[in-house]
């Protein structure tokens, strides 16, 4: 299947809003602010950057530039209903970037909203819980066979058809449907629980699918976060789960100008994450094991962490995009399942190489 190569970039912002259209008493109804993320991914053509590996760069500097007017301001003074998504479409509509996939904005780091390159907003809310959990079916002497537990965390998305000046379904919305099956889940035993004797991350992602899609229609993806960097993805049909490292590197872009600074041996803190699609093991009950996802890329790892990365054999050069072509060529007899490389130089900067559906955008 052919890939398809995303740019990534994100930009921070600090505005005020009130959301007046909401009734009398509700919160977000008075004046107040946030630290907003702005986020675009898209496929560039070739040629669009100053030069082969600045892509990231001006995506972000072209992203910057949308945003600066809003930041500290009043965002009142630009949409009559500042809303993420209502500026999630402000944004877009004054991006100047071709092959826009998706533009998000994330209001705090638990809620936000996407817009889709069909123009279909998806809103996003983040919930946690405790509890502890055990999985029976895993050979002896696997840690995951001890009782442990973990801060799991949710974050439905959710469709949203409805246009400027309707809220239609909101973070409220959500929080509501939430809610029961928090006082279920929260400082329990997930084995305990009708269903889930068994409680991988996927079948507690379809556990809550089934429980929340009659309540909320308009449900179109479930991720559970296991831990901080491992989880899954579930939209009702297709299990997606995924796992990350970090590795620190130095490079330097020999495609670039003498007088770029990308050109001159710098570094960066990069982050992977790998995503996997492939039915459950019927008797494990998880597309695969999170620590054999990273015992096999393990040996990849070794190459890259405290490297020059220029020096690695048949890369070329070190840019994101040639980086995650040569990370999908190394890893992918050993991962046939894999889909999906998300690579950041810095937080939400890099690439994203997909061949399959690129699957929602995770948040930071």
């Not at 600066?68 to 500026?87: F, I, S």
């Not at 973070?171 to 329990?188: I, Q």
Request: aromatic letters at 8%; charged letters at 25%; hydrophobic letters at 40%.
């Amino acid at each position: 299947m052919t890939a398809r190569l995303l740019h990534l970039a994100a930009v921070p912002f600090e505005a005020a809003r009130r959301v007046s259209i909401l009734p009398e008493g509700h919160r977000l109804r008075r004046l107040h602010g946030h630290s907003f993320l702005a986020h675009v991914r898209a496929e560039l053509p070739a040629g669009w950057a100053p030069f082969p590996g600045g892509e990231t760069d001006a995506l972000r500097d072209h992203l910057e530039h949308c945003v600066a007017d809003l930041d500290y301001r009043d965002l009142n003074q630009y949409l009559p209903v500042p809303t993420d998504e209502n500026l999630a479409r402000w944004v877009r509509a004054r991006l100047r970037i071709p092959g826009i996939e998706s533009v998000g904005i994330r209001s705090t780091r638990d809620q936000g909203a996407d817009l889709a390159g069909s123009n279909q907003a998806h809103l996003w809310r983040r919930f946690r819980f405790e509890a502890a959990h055990q999985l029976p079916n895993v050979p002896a002497g696997h840690k995951c066979g001890r009782m442990h537990g973990h801060g799991f965390e949710v974050i439905l998305h959710a469709h949203q058809d409805l246009g400027d000046d309707d809220m239609g379904i909101d973070c409220d919305r959500l929080g509501a449907v939430w809610a029961p099956l928090h006082r279920r889940l929260h400082h329990t035993c997930l084995n305990d629980l009708p269903g889930l004797a068994n409680p991988t991350s996927e079948h507690l992602s379809a556990w809550l699918w089934e429980r929340l899609k009659p309540l909320l229609p308009a449900l179109s993806w479930i991720s559970v976060y296991e831990t901080a960097s491992a989880g899954c993805h579930y939209d009702g049909r297709h299990f997606r789960i995924w796992t990350e490292q970090r590795f620190e590197s130095a490079l330097r872009l020999v495609r670039a100008p003498d007088s770029a600074s990308r050109r001159r041996l710098h570094g960066h803190s990069y982050l992977v994450r790998l995503h996997l699609s492939a039915p459950l093991d019927q008797v494990m009950g998880w597309v695969m094991d999170y620590g054999d996802v990273k015992a096999r890329f393990q040996p990849l790892y070794r190459q890259l962490d405290h490297r020059l990365l220029n020096e690695l054999p048949r890369l070329g050069d070190a840019d994101a995009a040639s980086l995650v072509r040569w990370l999908r060529a190394a890893v992918a007899a050993e991962l046939p399942q894999l889909d999906r490389i998300d690579l950041q130089e810095t937080p939400g900067c890099g690439v994203s190489l997909c061949w399959g559906d690129p699957g929602p955008a995770l948040p930071s």
